[in-house]
Structures are given as C-alpha cells and as structure tokens.
C-alpha cells in the first residue's frame, strides 16, 4: 500500500508558477506509475500529467501542454508537478495517484489505486 501527501499548492497570479509535491510512503514507490489530476468547483476530476515507474515517459492532457511538466526522483519517493504560465483556469484542488498498472497509460481517475489527501491551487486573475 502507498500513501500520499501533496504540498505546494498556494494562491498565485496568472502567469505565475509553482511547483507541487507528493510524497510517497513505502519502499515500491518505483513500482507504481504516477499520475496528477485536478477537480475544480462542481467540475469532474480531470487527467492532468501522467508519469512512468522510471520517469521516461510523461503524458499531459492538451490543456496544461508545454506549460506544466510531471518529474519523480524515486530516491526521495516524490513525485512533483512544476506549473508555469498559471491560468484562472488552473483553479483547482490537485491530486496526486499511483497507478498499479505500469504498461497502458491511463487517464481516468477510477483506474488509480491510490490517491493523496489534495491541495489547493488558486489563480487569480
């Protein structure tokens, strides 16, 4: 089982940046395929970045495209989601999930098996 905490949301304006962490427990972190999702206000939880056991492969969903990048150092059991070029758009809790499954890359936030506790990003306008 794996166990996830997320930091470094906060309040930014647009155009601006942050960088968001998760922290994994446990020693198999390196088994589990990474992935970040947001849910805004009376919205669904939507695919944000996607990142493979090794860290070679990355997926972003077209909106956070060139703008967000998705990193993990298995030595420090983290996971980090650097965000730049904020939108209002953005406004969102982020999560954090690991996903059992390593081969398909997956979007949907019902094929993760573990998620962090989220953290509140704002963007004002």
């Given at each position: 089982?794996?166990?996830?905490?997320?930091?470094?949301?906060?309040?930014?304006?647009?155009?601006?940046?942050?960088?968001?962490?998760?922290?994994?427990?446990?020693r198999?972190?390196?088994?589990?395929?990474?992935?970040?999702?947001r849910?805004?206000p009376?919205?669904?939880?939507?695919?944000?970045?996607?990142?493979?056991r090794?860290?070679?492969?990355?997926?972003?969903?077209d909106?956070?495209?060139?703008?967000?990048?998705?990193?993990?150092?298995?030595?420090?059991?983290?996971?980090?989601l650097?965000?730049?070029?904020?939108?209002?758009?953005d406004?969102?809790v982020?999560?954090?999930?690991?996903?059992?499954?390593?081969?398909?890359?997956?979007?949907?936030?019902?094929?993760?098996?573990?998620?962090?506790?989220?953290?509140?990003?704002?963007?004002?306008?």
């Amino acid at each position: 089982q794996v166990q996830l905490v997320e930091s470094g949301g906060g309040l930014v304006q647009a155009g601006g940046s942050l960088r968001l962490s998760c922290a994994a427990s446990g020693r198999t972190f390196n088994s589990y395929a990474m992935g970040w999702f947001r849910q805004a206000p009376g919205k669904e939880r939507e695919f944000v970045a996607r990142i493979s056991r090794s860290g070679v492969i990355t997926t972003y969903a077209d909106s956070v495209k060139g703008r967000f990048t998705v990193s993990r150092d298995n030595a420090k059991n983290t996971v980090y989601l650097q965000m730049n070029s904020l939108e209002h758009e953005d406004t969102a809790v982020y999560y954090c999930a690991a996903d059992r499954n390593t081969v398909v890359v997956r979007r949907s936030p019902n094929d993760y098996d573990y998620w962090g506790q989220g953290t509140q990003v704002t963007v004002s306008s």
